[in-house]
Structure formats: C-alpha cells, structure tokens
C-alpha cells in the first residue's frame, strides 16, 4: 500500500446533523472573534457560536447543542453555504466539531475548496433529495448515511433497503478524493521511497560515518 | 541561471523530485518548531492519522510567548500557557526533542541551532519563522515556511518549493571603528531596499564577511528576510568549522574531518556564475539606525534625516507615512532623538558577544533616568555565560532589567510591551507599525552597542563619540 492509498477518500459513513437556512456565512459558522486564536485546536467548540448561545452563554437549542445530533458527522445544509469571508477556520471549527463531509443544495466556491483542502467532500445533492434526507434525520437521528463517492450516491436508512439518492461532486474533486492527492502532504507522501533515497544519500544524516 | 554556487549545489543534493505543479520536492534535513506556528500543524497531522516521518530530524523550543522575567507555570496569560503546553504534549507524543527550561537549553530558535550544533553546513533547514534564515550564517539553505508547510516537513521532511536566483553581495576592505554586523546589513537593506532581494538567495561574501565571526555573520544572514530575500548564506570556512567543533550536535572524531571535507565541498566554487553581482565596500558604512517604519528607513548616526521630496514617488509616500507616525522631522540628525525603551535581545543580536559588546559600553554608567532598559538574552546558554563572566552585573548596575531568554520585545506576543507611543532603540530585526507591543509605538533599530549607549545617553548616540 503506498502512502497516497491512506490518504484516498471513497466513502463516508456516520449520522446526520441539519442545519437549515440558505446563505449561511462563514461569519455565522465562525465568529470573527475567534479567528484571533493563534491555534486551530480550539475552533470546534466555536461553530454557529453565536446562534447557539445567547450573551449569558444559555444555550439557544441550535442543532449542534442538540443531544441527539451529537456524533454527527454529516452535515446536511441547503443553499449557498459558506458565502462570505474565505476564512479557513470555518472549515476547520466544523470538521472539529466531528464533520467529515457536507451535504448541500449549493456551496460558495472558496468554503468548498477549503473543505477539499482539509480532506472534507463537499457533495450536491437537488432540493428534494436534501429536503427528505433533512425530514429523515430529524425524525430519526440515528439513522445511518453513507456518501458513497465511488458509485456517486447517498444511502440512508436501514440496509438491505436504504434509500439510495444522487450526489454530485466536481470532476476534479473527486480525483483528488479518490487518489489521495487533496493535499501537498498526500503528493509529497507518494514519493516516500525518492524521499528515503535522497535521505540515505545525504552524508549528514548518518552521522558522516557511512563512508 | 546561477551555477555552481552553494545554492545550486545544495538545492541539488536535496531534490527529490519534479513536481506536476512544476515545483520541486526538497528534503529538509533539519526542521526546527516553536509552540506559536506548530500546533495547527500538528493537529492537522494528527487529523490524517499520519505522524512525523523524521522524527529525529525535527527539534522544538520555546521562545515567542515565554515570559522573560518568570518562568513560572503555569504561565498568567492563558494563551501562552496553552501554548506552551500543546508543544509539550506534541513532543512527547511523536518523540521530538524539546529543549525546554529544564534543559538549560532553551532560546530563540535561530539561537540554540546553531549554538548546539544542530545547524551544519550544506543543509537544508525549515522553520515557521521568517527568520530562519539566520542558519544561512553556516552555509545552509534554511527557509522560514508557514503552518501548513510545517505539516508537509512533519509528514514528509519535504517541501514543495520554486527555486530561487543567486544574487552574490560583497563587502570589500575592512569596517570603521564602532560599525557592526547589524550595521552592515542595515546598510545592505538601505542599499538595496526591502524588496530588492525578493525571488532571491542572497550570498554574503567579501573581506569584511570572511573576517566575521559566526555570530555576526548570523546577524547579516538573519535580515536578509527585511531586505526581501527569503534565504542569506555565507560559505562555510575555518571560522564556520571552529565554530561547529565540540557542539552537542556536531559529529566528532573522524566524522568531524570528514564531515569538514564535506563541509568544504558544498561552498561556491570559484568559478560560480550568479544571476548578479553587488559590491560595497566597508569603508563607506557608518553606524546605522532606522528612523522610519520599514527596516530600509535607515541613515547613518551622522546623518540628517532624509527629505521624501527627493524620493521616488512610491518610497515618497512611505517616507510620508513614516514620518508622520514616527514624530520625526526631515532634515533633523536622527543623533539625539529621545529614546524611552532600550532592548537589547532578539535572534538577530542576543549573543554572547552582543552582550560582550554590549556591557563594554555600559561598563561603568548608569542608564539614563527617563530610560527602561533590559536585556534578554537568545538563550539559556547564553544567559548562563553571559552569568560566569559576570556581564549580569554590569548591567544591573548600570540599570538595565537582567531576564531569561526568549524572543520578548522582538514582537511583544510575552507581556514585554511598549506603551502608548514609547519610543524603543532596540537590538532586533522589525520596525514595523505596532511590532513591539503598542499602535503608537515607535522603533529605532540599531547594533546593540548603539542600543547600550542610547540607554546611557537617553537618546541616540554615536557610539564611535562614546567610546573615545
Ligand atoms: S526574536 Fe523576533 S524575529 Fe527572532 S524568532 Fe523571535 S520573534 Fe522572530
């Protein structure tokens, strides 16, 4: 298996968390005032902050304080999500919070390439399909999703019959999920081996006592 | 195309690969992390499940946040304190060596790399701080990267990077009395201006650079960044093996002759073709200080502060700007200018010989009245040193506030602040609006025996007057 392998992403499986309302700014899911933060460690306790919780810090009963969203690993939004500032912290306070990938009737582009960067799949699906897959989660949080980037569908719902719904995603983004190559660390990582050999090759590295 | 020089052959050596994107994969033989640009790395690491593929070619200190008048933890400032401890947890979890307090080897970056060893000729070196390329004193490539770079070197030891020009600079003849490294490469800025060395490895040559000692060649190799070049080098030499001999780090025994052998291999060849060539000689350089608000806004202490009428139209409307935040006027001598704050510290000049030449100065005065003067020393190293050969004293009793080591005033993220609109003469690198802790705040950059003979005077002086 060659580093790049690890690093493909073909497949997602967890719970669904909704979040419903078009334009969600990136403000909304990242308050500017935690972009002072000089690490990105704390970013997931910071998503929709502000809609959360009130200014006594109560909270407001937003999906993601809600009980039985948490675990969750889907995010299923309507359109243009993620309009606004290109902030990487967005992102990064959902995919600290738990997302691994985001289902949407429609992304801005930055957000969405900002997720790619992280290794989030930001897929599409049509209004109606995310609308009954939104209905779905909410009556039943536990009901188990799978994003299937390989046969470009989503499952949702109990096996042997799950209800089976079309996902789009760019070309190219879905190559980079699918070989591994999102990143600088996955195409640096596939040249392990010339890494190694240039590494042995350098008198330094062994001390200048390997002749 | 440059050829044969260190840059080329280094570069060389460390290519791994042609990249689609039509950069280059390079090895990083040495990568140096410090607790404010490596978290998120790490974390991003961590998230990809994937750990450090060179562990023991990654080392980690504490020096931005540190605060330099207590050690204590945990540390009053929660930030720093988080900080601090996310680098501990790091280092244990993938196996770094630390060097924190308890090492007695704790400091600036660029300091204790060099100072233990670590930093050896013909390297390639990474680090998030621009400054890294202090290590280019030693004949290394050493590129200061940003956080997700640091998460490329943790994960691969590589960099995806462009290759640079070589632009050869010399310094002929021999320096004036009082004129230091700093002053040099303030001149060389001044010369060239701060974006004159972008696209560029600067190589450092000349009768002047082969007489320096390693530190000050640091202090000229640490600036190239204010002057727009991302790396600075010196060929290595006698002065750079000497140096090396006996440090923790360094091999010894017969890997040390060998490793000089090598050492000797990676230096320009005489023959090397640059992409340009600049001259300057000694003779002409003055003790320098900045007046403005960008490291090129420099004159010599002799000199009267510039007129923006006679500049180019964009240096003009810097010049403007400068001045009206400085407080300064055009055409007045930048000698005499009342100072607030005097700082002697920062990776550019908080070596032991700073501090030698820094003390000599102070040597028997007393710190002017209006003045707050402190000195923090690059390391624990140094600090202790400086301690045996009881520099501490001299400046405590000239006034000056004795501290640990750590980056401090440089960029004020410890509680080391200006306030208000403090003027500082100040040992270190930037001079930039706000960088030392306060928006009203004013810099002058200066060598730390100006910045010592500034405290004494309470305004800038001419260290050539003082020390006759
Ligand atoms: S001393 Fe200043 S320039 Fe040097 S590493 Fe610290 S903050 Fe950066």
Redesign the pocket.
């Known amino acids: 298996m060659t580093d790049l392998d690890e690093l493909k992403i073909t497949k997602i499986e967890g719970t669904a968390i909704p979040v419903e309302g078009n334009d969600i700014d990136t403000d909304r899911i990242i308050p500017a005032r935690y972009l002072k933060e000089i690490t990105f460690t704390s970013m997931g306790n910071y998503p929709f902050y502000d809609e959360r919780f009130d200014t006594d810090g109560n909270s407001k009963g937003h999906p993601f304080d809600d009980p039985r969203f948490q675990g969750a690993s889907i995010l299923l939004v309507n359109k243009n999500f993620g309009c606004g500032s290109s902030r990487e912290h967005a992102p990064q306070a959902l995919m600290r919070w738990g997302i691994k990938a985001v289902v949407g009737e429609s992304f801005a582009e930055i957000f969405a390439g900002n997720c790619t960067m992280l290794g989030i799949p930001v897929v599409t699906a049509s209004a109606t399909h995310v609308q009954e897959l939104m209905e779905q989660t909410k009556s039943s949080p536990q009901t188990a999703v799978v994003i299937d980037l390989e046969h470009q569908e989503i499952r949702y719902g109990a096996a042997p019959e799950p209800t089976r719904i079309g996902l789009e995603i760019p070309e190219s983004r879905l190559k980079a999920f699918m070989h591994g190559t999102w990143d600088s660390t996955g195409i640096l990582l596939s040249n392990a081996e010339k890494t190694k050999a240039v590494a042995e090759r350098l008198p330094y590295i062994s001390g200048f006592d390997g002749g | 195309m440059a050829q044969g020089t260190l840059y080329n052959k280094v570069w060389d050596s460390h290519v791994v690969d042609k990249l689609p994107t039509g950069q280059y994969q390079l090895f990083i033989g040495l990568h140096l992390i410090?607790e404010v640009t490596s978290p998120q790395a790490f974390d991003m690491l961590s998230e990809k499940g994937l750990s450090v593929a060179y562990p023991n070619r990654t080392f980690a200190t504490v020096?931005?946040i540190v605060p330099t008048d207590s050690q204590a933890r945990p540390f009053q400032d929660g930030q720093a304190e988080a900080m601090m401890s996310a680098l501990e947890k790091n280092a244990r979890k993938f196996g770094l060596q630390f060097f924190s307090f308890n090492t007695g080897q704790q400091g600036?970056?660029?300091i204790i790399g060099p100072e233990l060893g670590l930093t050896q000729p013909g390297m390639t070196i990474a680090c998030g701080?621009?400054?890294t390329s202090t290590h280019g004193a030693f004949g290394t490539l050493a590129f200061g990267v940003g956080t997700t770079q640091i998460r490329d070197v943790l994960a691969t030891q590589c960099l995806a990077m462009d290759p640079l020009k070589v632009r050869r600079i010399n310094v002929n003849g021999r320096l004036g009395p009082g004129v230091y490294a700093k002053d040099v490469m303030l001149y060389i800025i001044h010369q060239l201006g701060v974006k004159g060395g972008i696209g560029y490895a600067y190589e450092y040559g000349g009768a002047v650079f082969d007489r320096m000692t390693m530190d000050e060649r640091m202090t000229v190799c640490?600036m190239s960044i204010e002057g727009g070049a991302r790396v600075g080098y010196v060929n290595p030499d006698e002065t750079t093996f000497e140096y090396l001999r006996g440090r923790k780090f360094a091999p010894s025994g017969l890997a040390f002759d060998k490793a000089v052998e090598y050492w000797r291999s990676v230096a320009s060849s005489p023959d090397a073709q640059y992409d340009d060539v600049v001259d300057f000689e000694g003779a002409a350089i003055e003790p320098m200080v900045t007046w403005g608000v960008t490291p090129g806004q420099s004159v010599g202490v002799s000199d009267r502060l510039p007129d923006p009428d006679a500049m180019s139209p964009e240096d003009k409307k810097s010049a403007e700007f400068a001045y009206n935040h400085m407080g300064l006027k055009p055409g007045s001598p930048i000698k005499g200018t009342p100072i607030d704050v005097a700082f002697i510290?920062?990776?550019?000049n908080?070596r032991i010989s700073d501090l030698r030449e820094a003390a000599r100065v102070v040597q028997g005065h007393k710190v002017a009245n209006s003045v707050k003067a402190f000195v923090v020393p690059?390391s624990q190293q140094v600090k202790q040193q400086a301690e045996e050969e009881k520099l501490d004293e001299v400046f405590r009793e000239a006034g000056f506030d004795w501290r640990g080591a750590?980056?401090?005033m440089?960029?004020a993220?410890n509680p080391d602040k200006l306030v208000g609109s403090q003027i500082s003469a100040s040992s270190?690198?930037?001079n930039f609006v706000g960088r030392q802790g306060s928006k009203e705040g004013r810099t002058l950059l200066m060598s730390p025996a100006m910045v010592a003979a500034a405290a004494i005077e309470g305004r800038v002086a001419d260290i050539r007057e003082f020390l006759s």
């Open positions: 410090h020096d931005h600036i970056v660029h701080d621009s400054h640490n510290g920062s990776c550019t908080s690059g750590g980056c401090s440089c960029l993220m270190s690198n930037r």
